[in-house]
């Protein structure tokens, strides 16, 4: 792997919460009708190196060169076995250059390093090019979709993955 993120993986810190919010108003902007919603769903995204991730959960950032996030992943463990996926999201000026992969492939390792066999994500619906990667990284499309009742209107396609 080559890349200015190798070395900038990191787990997140408070001092990162305006630049989640960046990087995630950057990411839905793509998006009609996509909103970043601090109040109701973000919410530990406010303090997140000290708000408690559930089930045993991770949020790691990774940094331009100028120290800005302009990546992240998180994942728990919501039952025995299984890993859980979530907010997977690259700055679009650094998409298309591994990042998503890299991210993945190390939510991956540390789920089986915990003793996870499955990986399980869900992927608004309007996030095709997320869904042409995990596709590409061995995910299948389950078929469940569930609504969020959410500012955004978001309905999202379930994926999972023996690991």
Same mark, same amino acid.
């Given at each position: 792997?080559s890349? !200015?993120?190798e070395?900038t993986l990191?787990?997140?810190? $408070?001092?990162?919460?305006?630049? +989640?919010?960046?990087? &995630?108003?950057l990411?839905?902007a793509d998006?009609?009708?996509?909103f970043?919603?601090?109040?109701?769903d973000?919410?530990?995204?406010?303090?997140?190196g000290?708000?408690?991730?559930?089930?045993?959960g991770?949020?790691?950032?990774t940094?331009?060169?100028?120290g800005?996030?302009?990546a992240?992943?998180a994942?728990?463990f919501?039952?025995a076995?299984? !890993?859980?996926?979530h907010r997977?999201?690259?700055?679009? $000026?650094r998409?298309?250059?591994? +990042?998503?992969?890299? &991210?993945?492939?190390?939510?991956?390792?540390?789920?089986?390093?915990?003793g996870?066999?499955r990986?399980?994500?869900w992927?608004?619906?309007r996030?095709?090019?997320?869904h042409r990667l995990?596709?590409?990284?061995?995910?299948t499309?389950?078929?469940?979709?569930?609504?969020?009742?959410?500012?955004?209107?978001?309905s999202?396609?379930?994926?999972?993955? !023996?690991?």
């Amino acid at each position: 792997m080559s890349g !200015a993120f190798e070395q900038t993986l990191r787990a997140v810190e $408070d001092r990162d919460a305006q630049d +989640l919010f960046g990087l &995630l108003a950057l990411c839905f902007a793509d998006y009609p009708g996509c909103f970043v919603d601090p109040h109701d769903d973000l919410k530990d995204l406010r303090t997140p190196g000290s708000s408690p991730r559930p089930n045993d959960g991770i949020l790691w950032v990774t940094e331009d060169e100028s120290g800005r996030v302009c990546a992240c992943a998180a994942m728990d463990f919501p039952e025995a076995g299984i !890993a859980e996926l979530h907010r997977l999201y690259v700055r679009p $000026d650094r998409r298309g250059k591994g +990042l998503g992969s890299f &991210l993945v492939r190390a939510v991956e390792r540390h789920a089986r390093e915990k003793g996870a066999r499955r990986l399980v994500l869900w992927s608004d619906t309007r996030f095709t090019d997320a869904h042409r990667l995990y596709g590409k990284l061995g995910y299948t499309k389950t078929g469940a979709v569930r609504d969020l009742g959410d500012i955004s209107n978001s309905s999202e396609y379930h994926f999972e993955k !023996a690991l």
